[in-house]
């Protein structure tokens, strides 16, 4: 049915600084768009770390040649690992059982006899703590590289080049030093924007619906589209402010790049939130209670946008049907974009996958809010 | 155009199998005067408001409000309608005057003419000088007033209301009820929705509604009138009253009665045909007094008749004996104080209750009733002071105190989703019945109750008046000495009244002790005594008809109850230190 009134802008101006007011007085709107994202971004930014820096290994040499002391000094300079050196066998297991070190290296008696022979396999032992798999794969993987560079070393010095031996060098685009930081820190912004365009609208209207004065506000002449308008506009313009806070933290205080441009983020921050207040303000109409929609945009809003959009969990290493899935969720779509925009700057074929993937879920979610709320109570 | 809104077999449900929540409503309320929606919970008022207001689809028929369908021409209602629900929608962190330029910009009200309504609104509704402060931090009768002054912005042709004087103490409800007559005759169209069918007798005109039909459309003189005749007042008693009540209801001749204070009111089947006093053993002293009748008194006509004088549960409940040394202060309040930060909900409250005598608390919402009755049965630690029970220090041993006294909440705190017969296990089980004691126990209340063709239901399933019963049956399980009330009967309709109050005068003549918090004026005067709590004080206590003699002057000799109480809240000097709200 139509509303057979016309807009007005008096009307919508009136219900926005009503709206604003609200958020100002509401401690809770202020602690959730800009004391959340802070504890947020410090959590993401240095709680969660998925570099394994200075792992703790124990070093047992029972060979005392001039090789394994050179390589066990090279060991110890590894600014990923902490050396600690044992003189037999006993105490580093038991080190190792009682999760003192993550691993151990052992370099047998025969290490020089056997290197300088020249027989495979190498003789180095290493044994890692499999309860932590994470941790068991960068002991094995830090010890085989020192090993490769300091094999090449050996063999340089030793002016004995031997043919088709090859030297890795390894880079990383985009994110050179590989520090898992620069693509959380962006990839949490989407997270932040989710809650406060999804959970906090919900609260908000449903709040609205329990307290009684979207009875008194349907029975004015106020029309549809000003309602929707004055709830979506606050939140925005809170969302912006809020985005804009985290960008400043994430470049001054967690010193991740950024390298795209700020417009380009403003756009697809908006297009974003299109969804994400789409996604709240449905719920709320829904539900009309706050406990409800608090549930529900938990599991429909925050929880893809932590698990499936790629932030954390790499998409490409998830089961095929959950990798499906993840097409469906905006976030993903935002954190691609974001992390794009930080670390690589603007990469044309990548933004306008997200940009038609952002759009089309903003339209569809406020299109159907707008198809959902009605002028009445039933 | 004679009405300004038609109601033309409009009908409302809200699952397409649901029962009506509106069935088949054809009326025609008139323009001028206050019009009231009048009748219990659950008659169909709010729905019948939301109609009016165009925020509900009628299932079926059709109704016009000053001439415009709600839905179709909704736009153009919506300007010419102020709508007030029952929470009265405002913002409370908004102040005053940001609620009224919120709502002055939704109504088109700028310019000069918007200085002009908010300086009249301000002075009519007294809020002049509160403009700054936030809505949240009003009392009810000022948001009240406030809510008032938000719809009635660009001076709407109809005004509906709905409910607005629950929550709200008898002298602000009697200053709107004052405004609004005003509004009325500038020739607005007012309807006023309500449960208390004293407010609705001074309407100029009701819509009696139950169980979502219409009971009576129509001048409630015209109403009333129909009982000529039939309203008596049985004065000089000087036997228990209780029990002559009982048996005065089981007389043939008798439609309905209550207590009121030391006398008995009955209403009439037939005018002049009354019972032989001595045949009910009333006393020598006994006299039959003509009264005026009351809507009350037609409703009741309307619905079939009260319920009768038999009380089942009593017939089954033991009689309760007490220590000659704890008979004379089975409940007792000394010094009693709750405070809340620096705020007293209870200061300094000190009394005690007799065995066998029914005691009210009586105060409007936020007086301080509630706190001091959750303190007297163990549910709010007092700040300082002591209440017992049967001698018994709740601050100290609540868990054996709560052994000797049955409560029973506003809501009834019954598990929803629970059968009936489940809901007496549980309860009968948590007092420590049980095997053939416990059984036995909830054999006599379904007998008592008659809940036989209902155990399997659910209490959310449950009419109210069988909601009611069961409630109680769980409250009275134990056999407890005390009887703690909680609002017991707010929205019910007045025959499930009566009956609940059947069941108390039966219990409290077995020596049952009773202790009741209510806002329903006529109720107190079941009250052996009744304790008029303001602002956290105890004011006045006494019996009803001392306190109403204390109110009573040359023009109002025979005040009612609730004149009494606005004589004795008026004539109440301000508490230092609380707050003016």
Same mark, same amino acid.
């Given at each position: 049915?139509?509303?057979?009134?016309?807009?007005?802008?008096?009307?919508?101006?009136?219900?926005?600084?009503?709206?604003?007011?609200?958020?100002?007085?509401?401690?809770?709107?202020?602690? !959730?768009?800009?004391?959340?994202?802070?504890?947020?971004?410090?959590?993401?930014?240095?709680?969660?770390?998925?570099?394994?820096?200075?792992?703790?290994?124990?070093?047992?040499?029972?060979?005392?040649?001039?090789?394994?002391?050179?390589?066990?000094?090279?060991?110890?300079?590894?600014?990923?690992?902490?050396?600690?050196?044992?003189?037999?066998?006993?105490?580093?297991?038991?080190?190792?059982?009682?999760?003192?070190?993550?691993?151990?290296?052992?370099?047998?008696?025969?290490?020089?006899?056997?290197?300088?022979?020249?027989?495979?396999?190498?003789?180095?032992?290493?044994?890692?703590?499999?309860?932590?798999?994470?941790?068991?794969?960068?002991?094995?993987?830090?010890?085989?590289?020192?090993?490769?560079?300091?094999?090449?070393?050996?063999?340089?010095?030793?002016?004995?080049?031997?043919?088709?031996?090859?030297?890795? !060098?390894?880079?990383?685009?985009?994110?050179?030093?590989?520090?898992?930081?620069?693509?959380?820190?962006?990839?949490?912004?989407?997270?932040?924007?989710?809650?406060?365009?999804?959970?906090?609208?919900?609260?908000?209207?449903?709040?609205?619906?329990?307290?009684?004065?979207?009875?008194?506000?349907?029975?004015?002449?106020?029309?549809?589209?000003?309602?929707?308008?004055?709830?979506?506009?606050?939140?925005?313009?809170?969302?912006?402010?809020?985005?804009?806070?985290?960008?400043?933290?994430?470049?001054?205080?967690?010193?991740?790049?950024?390298?795209?441009?700020?417009?380009?983020?403003?756009?697809?921050?908006?297009?974003? +939130?299109?969804?994400?207040?789409?996604?709240?303000?449905?719920?709320?109409?829904?539900?009309?209670?706050?406990?409800?929609?608090?549930?529900?945009?938990?599991?429909?809003?925050?929880?893809?946008?932590?698990?499936?959009?790629?932030?954390?969990?790499?998409?490409?290493?998830?089961?095929?049907?959950?990798?499906?899935?993840?097409?469906?969720?905006?976030?993903?779509?935002?954190?691609?974009?974001?992390?794009?925009?930080?670390?690589?700057?603007?990469?044309?074929?990548?933004?306008?996958?997200?940009?038609?993937?952002?759009?089309?879920?903003?339209?569809?979610?406020?299109?159907?809010?707008?198809?959902?709320?009605?002028?009445?109570?039933? | 155009?004679?009405?300004?809104?038609?109601?033309?077999?409009?009908?409302?449900?809200?699952?397409?199998?649901?029962?009506?929540?509106?069935?088949?409503?054809?009326?025609?309320?008139?323009?001028?005067?206050?019009?009231?929606?009048?009748?219990?919970?659950?008659?169909?008022?709010?729905?019948?408001?939301? +109609?009016?207001?165009?925020?509900?689809?009628?299932?079926?028929?059709?109704?016009?409000?000053?001439?415009?369908?709600?839905?179709?021409?909704?736009?153009?209602?919506?300007?010419?309608?102020?709508?007030?629900?029952?929470?009265?929608?405002?913002?409370?962190? +908004?102040?005053?005057?940001?609620?009224?330029?919120?709502?002055?910009?939704?109504?088109?009200?700028?310019?000069?003419?918007?200085?002009?309504?908010?300086?009249?609104?301000?002075?009519?509704? @007294?809020?002049?000088?509160?403009?700054?402060?936030?809505?949240?931090?009003?009392?009810?009768?000022?948001?009240?007033?406030?809510?008032?002054?938000?719809?009635?912005?660009?001076?709407?042709?109809?005004?509906?209301?709905?409910?607005?004087?629950?929550?709200?103490?008898?002298?602000?409800?009697?200053?709107?009820?004052?405004?609004?007559?005003?509004?009325?005759?500038?020739?607005?169209?007012?309807?006023?929705?309500?449960?208390?069918?004293?407010?609705?007798?001074?309407?100029?005109?009701?819509?009696?509604?139950?169980?979502?039909?219409?009971?009576?459309?129509?001048?409630?003189?015209?109403?009333?009138?129909?009982?000529?005749?039939?309203?008596?007042?049985?004065?000089?008693?000087?036997?228990?009253?209780?029990?002559?009540?009982?048996?005065?209801?089981?007389?043939?001749?008798?439609?309905?009665?209550?207590?009121?204070?030391?006398?008995?009111?009955?209403?009439?089947?037939?005018?002049?045909?009354?019972?032989?006093?001595?045949?009910?053993?009333?006393?020598?002293?006994?006299?039959?007094?003509?009264?005026?009748?009351?809507?009350?008194?037609?409703?009741?006509?309307?619905?079939?008749?009260?319920?009768?004088?038999?009380?089942?549960?009593?017939?089954?409940?033991?009689?309760?004996?007490?220590?000659?040394?704890?008979?004379?202060?089975?409940?007792?309040?000394?010094?009693?104080?709750?405070?809340?930060?620096?705020?007293?909900?209870? @200061?300094?409250?000190?009394?005690?209750?007799?065995?066998?005598?029914?005691?009210?608390?009586?105060?409007?919402?936020?007086?301080?009733?509630?706190?001091?009755?959750?303190?007297?049965?163990?549910?709010?630690?007092?700040?300082?002071?002591?209440?017992?029970?049967?001698?018994?220090?709740?601050?100290?041993?609540?868990?054996?105190?709560?052994?000797?006294?049955?409560?029973?909440?506003?809501?009834?705190?019954?598990?929803?989703?629970?059968?009936?017969?489940?809901?007496?296990?549980?309860?009968?089980?948590?007092?420590?019945?049980?095997?053939?004691?416990?059984?036995?126990?909830? @054999?006599?209340?379904?007998?008592?109750?008659?809940?036989?063709?209902?155990?399997?239901?659910?209490?959310? @399933?449950?009419?109210?008046?069988?909601?009611?019963?069961?409630?109680?049956?769980?409250?009275?399980?134990?056999?407890?000495?005390?009887?703690?009330?909680?609002?017991?009967?707010?929205?019910?309709?007045?025959?499930?009244?009566?009956?609940?109050?059947?069941?108390?005068?039966?219990?409290?003549?077995?020596?049952?002790?009773?202790?009741?918090?209510?806002?329903?004026?006529?109720?107190?005067?079941?009250?052996?005594? !009744?304790?008029?709590?303001?602002?956290?004080?105890? !004011?006045?206590?006494?019996?009803?008809?001392?306190?109403?003699?204390?109110?009573?002057?040359?023009?109002?000799?025979?005040?009612?109850?609730?004149?009494?109480?606005?004589?004795?809240?008026?004539?109440?000097?301000?508490?230092?230190?609380?707050?003016?709200?």
């Amino acid at each position: 049915m139509t509303d057979g009134a016309s807009f007005s802008v008096r009307r919508l101006l009136a219900l926005c600084r009503k709206e604003s007011l609200q958020i100002v007085r509401d401690p809770s709107s202020i602690i !959730i768009a800009f004391v959340l994202p802070i504890a947020l971004l410090m959590i993401y930014g240095y709680g969660v770390n998925l570099d394994a820096s200075r792992v703790r290994v124990g070093v047992l040499i029972e060979d005392s040649g001039a090789q394994a002391t050179r390589f066990a000094a090279v060991l110890a300079a590894s600014p990923y690992l902490e050396t600690h050196r044992y003189a037999a066998r006993e105490p580093m297991v038991a080190a190792l059982r009682s999760g003192a070190i993550r691993g151990y290296v052992v370099l047998q008696s025969d290490f020089g006899t056997r290197l300088a022979a020249g027989r495979s396999p190498a003789p180095v032992e290493v044994v890692a703590d499999g309860a932590e798999p994470n941790t068991a794969n960068f002991v094995a993987s830090y010890v085989q590289g020192i090993w490769a560079t300091w094999a090449g070393q050996e063999a340089a010095q030793s002016a004995s080049v031997r043919a088709g031996s090859i030297n890795v !060098i390894a880079r990383y685009w985009f994110n050179p030093a590989a520090v898992s930081r620069n693509f959380i820190v962006p990839g949490s912004i989407a997270l932040i924007m989710t809650i406060i365009g999804a959970m906090l609208t919900s609260l908000v209207i449903a709040r609205e619906w329990e307290r009684g004065t979207m009875e008194a506000l349907l029975s004015t002449p106020v029309t549809r589209t000003e309602l929707l308008l004055s709830k979506i506009l606050p939140y925005y313009v809170l969302a912006i402010a809020s985005m804009l806070l985290c960008v400043a933290l994430a470049v001054t205080v967690f010193a991740v790049p950024f390298r795209g441009s700020l417009l380009l983020l403003l756009l697809y921050t908006s297009l974003f +939130l299109g969804s994400a207040l789409g996604i709240g303000l449905l719920l709320s109409t829904v539900t009309r209670n706050q406990f409800n929609a608090a549930q529900a945009s938990l599991n429909v809003a925050f929880l893809p946008a932590t698990m499936l959009s790629g932030f954390v969990y790499e998409i490409a290493s998830m089961p095929a049907p959950l990798r499906a899935v993840t097409y469906l969720i905006p976030a993903r779509y935002f954190v691609n974009a974001l992390q794009t925009l930080f670390q690589a700057g603007f990469v044309g074929r990548i933004l306008l996958e997200d940009l038609v993937f952002l759009t089309a879920s903003a339209a569809f979610f406020l299109g159907l809010t707008a198809l959902k709320t009605r002028r009445r109570l039933d | 155009m004679t009405s300004a809104i038609a109601l033309r077999s409009l009908t409302h449900r809200f699952a397409a199998a649901g029962s009506a929540a509106l069935d088949a409503v054809s009326a025609e309320i008139p323009l001028g005067g206050i019009s009231g929606l009048v009748g219990p919970d659950g008659a169909g008022k709010t729905t019948l408001m939301r +109609l009016m207001a165009g925020l509900l689809k009628p299932t079926a028929g059709s109704l016009s409000v000053v001439g415009l369908d709600p839905l179709s021409q909704g736009a153009e209602l919506r300007t010419v309608l102020g709508y007030m629900p029952q929470k009265f929608g405002l913002y409370e962190d +908004l102040t005053v005057e940001e609620n009224l330029d919120l709502y002055a910009d939704l109504r088109g009200v700028v310019g000069a003419e918007r200085k002009r309504s908010f300086s009249e609104l301000l002075a009519f509704t @007294d809020l002049a000088a509160f403009t700054d402060r936030p809505a949240g931090k009003l009392s009810g009768g000022m948001k009240q007033k406030l809510g008032l002054a938000c719809v009635l912005l660009g001076r709407p042709r109809v005004l509906l209301l709905d409910e607005p004087s629950v929550g709200v103490d008898p002298i602000s409800r009697r200053e709107l009820w004052r405004m609004v007559t005003a509004l009325a005759a500038d020739g607005m169209a007012v309807v006023w929705s309500t449960s208390y069918l004293d407010e609705a007798e001074r309407c100029a005109f009701i819509l009696l509604m139950n169980a979502g039909r219409v009971a009576y459309a129509g001048p409630p003189a015209d109403l009333t009138g129909r009982l000529a005749g039939r309203s008596v007042q049985l004065t000089g008693i000087e036997t228990n009253r209780r029990a002559l009540l009982g048996r005065a209801l089981d007389a043939p001749q008798v439609m309905d009665g209550v207590i009121q204070g030391s006398r008995i009111r009955l209403v009439l089947r037939a005018a002049g045909d009354a019972p032989d006093l001595a045949a009910l053993a009333a006393g020598p002293a006994a006299a039959l007094v003509a009264v005026a009748p009351r809507l009350e008194d037609a409703f009741i006509d309307i619905l079939g008749g009260g319920p009768g004088g038999h009380s089942g549960l009593a017939a089954v409940m033991p009689p309760v004996s007490l220590p000659e040394a704890s008979r004379g202060a089975v409940i007792r309040a000394e010094a009693l104080t709750k405070k809340f930060g620096d705020f007293a909900a209870t @200061d300094n409250v000190t009394f005690s209750v007799p065995q066998g005598e029914i005691f009210g608390l009586l105060g409007p919402n936020g007086a301080g009733k509630s706190t001091t009755f959750k303190m007297l049965c163990g549910l709010l630690v007092p700040t300082s002071g002591t209440a017992s029970v049967l001698g018994i220090d709740l601050g100290r041993d609540a868990a054996r105190a709560r052994q000797e006294l049955g409560y029973m909440a506003q809501k009834f705190s019954l598990y929803g989703n629970l059968s009936v017969l489940q809901n007496l296990t549980f309860f009968s089980g948590v007092y420590g019945l049980e095997g053939r004691r416990q059984a036995g126990k909830i @054999d006599e209340m379904i007998h008592a109750f008659a809940l036989g063709p209902y155990l399997g239901t659910t209490p959310t @399933d449950l009419s109210l008046g069988y909601k009611q019963r069961l409630a109680l049956a769980c409250a009275l399980m134990h056999d407890p000495a005390v009887l703690f009330l909680d609002e017991p009967t707010s929205g019910v309709d007045p025959v499930t009244r009566r009956e609940f109050w059947g069941h108390i005068n039966g219990v409290v003549q077995k020596g049952v002790t009773v202790m009741v918090t209510t806002h329903f004026m006529d109720e107190a005067e079941y009250c052996d005594r !009744i304790g008029l709590v303001y602002r956290g004080q105890m !004011i006045a206590v006494g019996p009803p008809d001392a306190l109403k003699a204390t109110a009573a002057t040359a023009e109002v000799p025979d005040p009612t109850m609730e004149e009494a109480f606005i004589a004795l809240v008026e004539g109440h000097p301000p508490v230092a230190g609380r707050a003016a709200a």
